[in-house]
């Protein structure tokens, strides 16, 4: 297990973790190369078990509060699972709930309730025998979600024209993003590092749930999902109830 350093001065940051790890296969100062080491970190710091890291900080676009997903039966472009977007691009507005169409329009899911214990997180991962070394700064948090007073089952219908929904029963609705708004990620090799600044309020962790469909598209229940994260390939273990990340070199990627 990985030996957790102590940190004996005062830190900048109102929570600062450092651990002593492996980090031999860090093969460039790319930052795809470099997340797979962090991104477990993030999942485990600002996540707290319940929320899952996104599985590439290049792809955060598509974590979005409703943005669907639908299951592949077989691996399409090499992944199990196909982005269809946000909500409000998936939905059959003449037969939806007009408020609802509305609400979604409007895009208002920040959560004004939600404090985040820390304004700031510092993560170092260091291979000293190396030299490399893996640092990511997270500053100002804000969490977006679908409100509870906000039932989306029987009052949104998704378009079944949508050829990716052609024969789907389910999809699955980002519900729980948490985000932060300026993002610093710093890269090293040796003696050469990157840094990679990244604003805008980013999405890093994330919840979901699955929506049954009906066959006139119509949302018509929903049921929880349990997320195990360990690495970047995502794989379905039984069409009822988890997505489950398989540890073989086999597994297939997904968004």
């Keep these: 297990m990985p ?11 109102s929570h600062e973790i450092r651990k002593d790890v492996s980090l031999v296969d860090l093969k460039s100062l790319k930052l795809e190369d470099a997340w797979p080491f962090i991104r477990e970190e993030i999942e485990t710091e600002i996540g707290s078990s319940q929320l899952v890291c996104i599985p590439h900080i290049t792809e955060a676009d598509l974590y979005k509060v409703t943005s669907l997903f ?3 039966d077989k691996p399409t472009n090499g992944k199990m699972f196909t982005p269809l977007g946000e909500l409000k691009m998936n939905i059959d507005t003449t037969k939806s709930n007009t408020e609802y169409v509305r609400w979604l329009e409007k895009g208002d899911f920040q959560d004004s309730k939600f404090k985040f214990p820390h304004e700031s997180v510092k993560i170092t991962l260091q291979d000293e025998s190396i030299k490399n070394k893996v640092r990511v700064i997270m500053i100002n948090f804000t969490k977006l979600t679908v409100p509870k ?16 929904l052609k024969g789907k029963r389910s999809v699955y609705m980002i519900t729980n993003v948490l985000m932060a708004k300026t993002i610093e990620f710093r890269v090293t090799r040796g003696t050469s590092s990157r840094i990679f ?3 805008n309020a980013s999405p890093l962790v994330f919840g979901l749930e699955e929506y049954l469909i009906g066959s006139d598209g119509k949302l018509v229940a ?4 349990t997320i195990k994260s360990k690495s970047l390939q995502w794989q379905k273990l039984h069409p009822s109830d988890q997505l489950y990340i398989a540890d073989t070199e086999h597994a297939t990627s997904a968004y």
């Design 3 to 13: 030996k957790k350093l102590k940190v004996f001065v005062k830190s900048l940051y």
């Design 197 to 199: 600044h990244l604003g």
């Design 70 to 72: 639908v299951y592949n």
């Design 149 to 164: 007073d906000k039932e989306l089952v029987n009052n949104i219908y998704l378009d079944m024209n949508n050829k990716d």
């Design 222 to 225: 929903k049921e929880p999902v």
